[in-house]
């Protein structure tokens, strides 16, 4: 389902929005992560599928590969840390600590009495599980009855605390909020509530560095893009890469084009009310990670106003995203995706096998698509079990294929 946003401008990036969120803070974030042992140094690769884009009859599509960004496996290894290092700063001015310093652990002696919570889809939680562990604090998770006992145990290996509940993730983060004011934690969530949005903003913050390396990237290509697709979920993501991006382009931004799980709509819904609003499925996806059921209301202040289109997929057009990506061509290098690592690839391969559609949002042979592969295969067991082959045997035929391009 494809819906045009009413409300979507292509202005000038507001002052009352870039006082929240902005490129210099982005890139603040971005040098603060620069030394972080948890990513790998340097930007992750932006990929040319040119086979893809023939197929689908687009001039390119370009793919921000952020499985590659650290061994947590997804994008949220650049938010989490950011939203924990500003909370810490916050609550402890007198210290006089430094941003690189606390993620590199000079301070844990002094912060090994703090605690912070959070609930979590797998990723977010496996993020802040990491950065708690470097700065040296303390760090719960609450689970949701859908999160994988793979992803549960990957969140343990960095020192978590584990809490389960047998409701979803809606749930889930009611949980750790009342557990927070019970015991005296600090929530680190990537979704705002009533009252609480300086966390979620930094934790939206973190993701400018994809953008700020989107930018250096398309800048050496000589090229710019004229669709950008996002991932849905709470919102997060996608006004973090908009909101720069806007700042930057202004009124000449690129098309926004925001995607979800089918069952999993609340932006799709936000975008019908002209508010925040709730999911009308089940919530339940196999993407995992987008398996949301209720809009930030801090992230729909920026999306409201720039996405053009919100849309919704279906879970076999995601796993066949996944196959497709993963099988790679001649000309494309295979990527590991995971399940909500190709919601975008998703939603440009049904508009382009719909061509009323594809002539609404402007898709034709002139455009240039950007995809963000938010992860990699972050729960392998799951990630086989629906590609039809391990994760270790697609990035084989990506090395093979690499060699052969050198040649």
Known sequence: MLIANPNATHKSYPE????????????????????????????????????????????????KDESERSVLGSFKALGAPIALVRLILRQFPEPCFEARGLLAGEYRNA??????????????????????????????????????????????????????????????????????????????SDTSYEGYENIPRDVMQGYGTIAAEIVEALAQRQGGVTHVFLQGGV??????????????????????????????????????????????????????????GETSPLAWKFLQPCVDFFMTIKDDEAVSAMRRIAVGSDRDIPLVAGESGVAGLA???????????????????????????????????????????PAQSVLARQVAWKQGRVR
């Not at 990723?123 to 303390?138: D, E, F, I, P, Y």
């Not at 969140?155 to 927070?180: F, H, K, P, Q, T």
């Open 111 to 188: 912060l090994a009495d703090f605690s912070v919570i959070s609930a979590t889809d797998g990723n977010h939680g496996r993020a802040l599980a990491a950065a708690a562990r470097s700065v040296g604090c303390r760090c719960v998770i609450v689970l949701h009855a859908n999160v994988s006992i793979e992803r549960e145990e990957a969140i343990a290996a960095y020192g978590a605390e584990i809490v389960r509940i047998s409701g979803n993730y809606d749930e889930s983060v009611e949980e750790a909020a009342a557990l927070a004011v019970r015991n005296g934690w600090l929530v680190v």
């Open 16 to 63: 009352a929005l870039q006082n929240i969120m902005s490129i210099h803070k982005a890139n603040e974030s971005r040098a603060w992560l620069a030394d972080w042992s948890r990513l790998k140094r340097g930007a992750t690769p932006l990929y040319s599928l040119p086979g893809l884009a023939a197929e689908l009859g687009v001039s390119d599509i370009l793919v």
């Open 347 to 389: 939603g440009v391969i049904g508009l382009a096998n719909a061509p009323l559609l594809a002539e609404r949002v402007g898709l034709n042979g002139e455009s240039r698509v950007l995809l963000i592969n938010t992860e990699g295969a972050t729960a392998p067991g799951v990630y086989q079990a629906l590609v039809g082959e």
């Open 235 to 292: 919102g997060g993501l996608a006004a973090g890469i908009a909101s720069y991006f806007w700042e930057l382009y202004g009124v000449g931004r690129p098309t926004f084009i925001v995607v979800e799980p089918e069952q999993a709509d609340c932006l799709y819904q936000s975008a019908i009310a002209g508010q925040a609003a709730k999911a009308t499925g089940s919530v339940d996806s196999v993407m995992a990670g987008l398996a949301c």
